[in-house]
Antibody, heavy 123, light 107 residues
């Protein structure tokens, strides 16, 4: 079974650093991009960016550029989302997902998704 | 960035009803449009990819249509498990963007 399993909920203070994880299994981890999505309380899904596990090339959506970092560990099939200095406004649910694609390489979609990691930042 | 706008923001319907949710892109995205369903505490699941293709395992009561800038998701014969939020997402270009979501409540 193809699945992504995320690390557990985190409670942090403003200014602290944090790394959350997303472990893939059941497929070739380096073949598919991993994308990250934020969902703030009561809001819709926001695309944060993606990382290519084969070479760790990353691309960030403008609102997140410079504030978060993506990384992967190919030896453990794990992707990471990292903050150096958290803000209260980072409080949200964070999802990872695999970018799947049609065999002809034209259409792409996100499947499966991790179960989400709830991050709470409060003094 | 391509902006995705869904309507309505929320709706309420009864079991057995048919409902349609629309999604409009700020520029043409051909048929690079996906639909997801998510419930509180659960991971989103893809329903439709490439505007009209039903993802394997998704019930046939779900259907999608559209191309260019205007798209729709129709649920024919609502079931109790269909409550939750439906979101569209363009896969035409990065940054991939989502609509703001449509919350479906079952009466």
């Amino acid at each position: 079974e193809v699945q992504l399993v995320q690390s557990g909920a985190e409670v942090k203070k403003p200014g602290e650093s944090l790394r959350i994880s997303c472990k893939g299994s059941g497929y070739s981890f380096t073949t598919y991009w991993i994308i990250w999505v934020r969902q703030m309380p009561g809001k819709g899904l926001e695309y944060m960016g993606r990382i290519d596990p084969s070479g760790s090339e990353s691309n960030y959506s403008p609102p997140f550029q410079g504030h978060v970092t993506f990384s992967t560990d190919r030896s453990t099939n794990t992707a990471y989302l990292h903050w150096n200095s958290l803000k209260a406004s980072d409080s949200a649910m964070y999802y990872c997902a695999r970018r799947d694609e049609h065999p002809d390489g034209d259409a792409t979609w996100f499947d499966p998704w991790g179960q989400g990691t709830l991050v709470t930042v409060s003094s | 960035d391509i902006q995705m706008t869904q309507s309505p923001h929320s709706l309420s319907a009864s079991v057995g009803d048919s409902v349609t949710i629309t999604c409009r892109a700020s520029q043409s995205i051909s048929a690079y449009l996906n639909w997801y369903h998510h419930k509180p505490g659960k991971a989103p699941k893809v329903l439709i990819f490439a505007a009209s293709h039903l993802r394997s395992g998704v019930p046939s009561r779900f259907s999608g249509s559209g191309s260019g800038t205007d798209f729709s998701l129709t649920i024919s014969g609502l079931q109790p498990e269909d409550f939750g939020t439906y979101s569209c997402q363009q896969s035409y270009t990065t940054p991939y963007t989502f609509g703001q979501g449509t919350k479906l409540e079952i009466k």
